[in-house]
C-alpha cells in the first residue's frame, strides 16, 4: 500500500543540537503519512547528535564537514529518494498529520510546493499563531473558509520578492521542481533563495498555503535567523544576502522588482549605521554605511531614516516593558 504513495523524503540537518533532535526525529516518525525516507544529515557536530540519533534505526545518519545549514540540506538532498522533499529543522516539531495534510495537497492540485502555518515561540512565554499575523499574506486571505489558498505564479513572484513566508519546516515541495538546491553563497535566507529559485527560473510556479498550525518552531540561540543578535542579522541578511539576490536575479527583474530588494537593502545600511553611532559610537563606521546606501538610492535612504528611528524606539519601549514584567512577575 505504501508503494502507491509518493515516497517522501524527511532531510533533517543539525549541527550541535544533541537536546532538541530526538523531537524533530520523533515527530517525523510519528507522521500519519506512512511512506518516508528520514535523513539526517549531521554537520560536523561536536556535542553527542550522533550518538543520539542512532537510537533511531529509521533514520539514515550522515556525517559531513561543517559547512552551515545550506550545505547541510543540500547533503541530504544528494541522499534523497523521494520525489517530495520536506525540510525539518532539528530544533522544530511538526504534528502528526503535516506531510499527509500537505502530500495530499501538492498531489491533487501539482502544485510545486506547499507551506503551512505554524505555532511561533515568543520571548516573553506561549505561542503565536504567525501566518495570520503576516501583513504580505493579508491579499491573499480572500475565503477564510479555505483550508487552502492557491498562490499562482504572478502572485508568488510579488509575495517573494517581498518577504518569505515559509520557513524550511514548513515547506514540503516536489523533488523535480527544485532548481539548483540550497544556495550555499547565502548567509540566512538560504531556503528563501531556493523558493525564489523556483518562482523565478521555473516558468509557471504553483503553491498554496495553508492558515492551519502544524508544526511548533522553537525559537533558541542558535536559530539561524531568530537567534542572531540584530547587528549581525542587518549586515549578513539584510545587506549581503540581499545583494546576492539582486546580482543572482539582476536581469529577471523589473526596475520595479529591482527596487523592492534594495529597500531592504538600504534598510540594513541605515539600520546598522544607527547601531554604529549609538551602541559603539563609530561615527565614521556610520557615515561609511550611508554612504554604501546613498549610492542605491538617495531619496530612498532618506525616507528610510525616520522608520528606522521608530522601529528602534518601538523594540526599546517594547523590551523595557517585557523586563519590567518580568520584575513583577519575579
Request: with cysteine; net charge positive; glycine share 4%.
Amino acid at each position: 500500500m505504501n508503494d502507491k504513495l509518493p515516497l517522501v523524503t524527511v532531510i533533517i540537518p543539525t549541527y550541535n543540537r544533541a537536546q532538541y533532535i530526538s523531537t524533530a526525529i520523533e515527530s517525523a516518525l510519528a507522521q500519519t503519512y506512512p511512506n518516508i525516507q528520514l535523513v539526517v544529515i549531521d554537520d560536523g557536530s561536536t556535542d553527542e547528535t550522533e550518538s543520539v540519533v542512532k537510537k533511531y534505526p529509521q533514520a539514515e545518519y550522515v556525517l559531513q564537514p561543517h559547512g552551515r545549514q545550506a550545505s547541510a540540506r543540500n547533503g541530504g538532498l544528494k541522499h534523497a529518494k523521494g520525489t517530495i522533499i520536506a525540510s525539518l529543522d532539528s530544533d522544530d516539531k511538526w504534528d502528526p498529520n503535516f506531510l499527509e495534510f500537505c502530500v495530499t495537497k501538492l498531489e491533487k492540485d501539482k502544485l510545486d510546493f506547499v507551506f503551512t502555518n505554524w505555532n511561533q515561540q515568543l520571548p516573553e512565554g506561549g505561542f503565536t499563531d504567525f501566518l495570520l499575523q503576516d501583513r504580505a499574506l493579508q491579499p491573499y486571505l480572500k475565503n477564510e473558509n479555505n483550508a487552502w489558498y492557491p498562490l499562482p505564479n504572478d502572485q508568488l513572484r510579488k509575495l517573494y520578492l517581498d518577504t518569505c513566508p515559509s520557513p524550511s519546516s514548513a515547506v514540503v515541495m516536489r523533488k523535480s521542481s527544485i532548481i539548483s538546491g540550497w544556495n550555499e553563497d547565502i548567509h540566512v535566507g538560504d531556503d528563501w533563495c531556493m523558493y525564489l529559485d523556483m518562482i523565478i527560473f521555473n516558468k509557471e510556479c504553483k503553491a498554496a498555503f495553508t492558515l492551519n498550525k502544524l508544526w511548533y518552531k522553537h525559537v533558541n540561540n542558535n536559530n539561524v535567523f531568530d537567534g542572531r543578535v540584530r547587528n549581525e542579522l542587518l549586515e549578513l541578511f539584510y545587506i549581503e544576502d540581499n545583494r546576492t539576490f539582486l546580482n543572482r536575479y539582476y536581469d529577471h527583474l523589473s526596475k520595479s522588482e529591482r527596487k523592492v530588494i534594495n529597500k531592504r537593502c538600504i534598510r540594513g545600511y541605515v539600520e546598522l549605521a544607527k547601531h554604529r553611532v549609538f551602541r559603539n559610537r563609530n561615527i565614521g563606521k556610520a557615515l561609511m554605511l550611508m554612504h554604501e546606501s546613498m549610492k542605491i538610492s538617495n531619496i530612498i535612504t532618506l525616507l528610510t531614516v525616520p522608520t528606522v528611528i521608530f522601529f528602534g524606539f518601538h523594540r526599546h519601549r517594547r523590551d523595557l516593558l517585557f523586563k519590567l514584567q518580568q520584575k513583577r512577575d519575579d
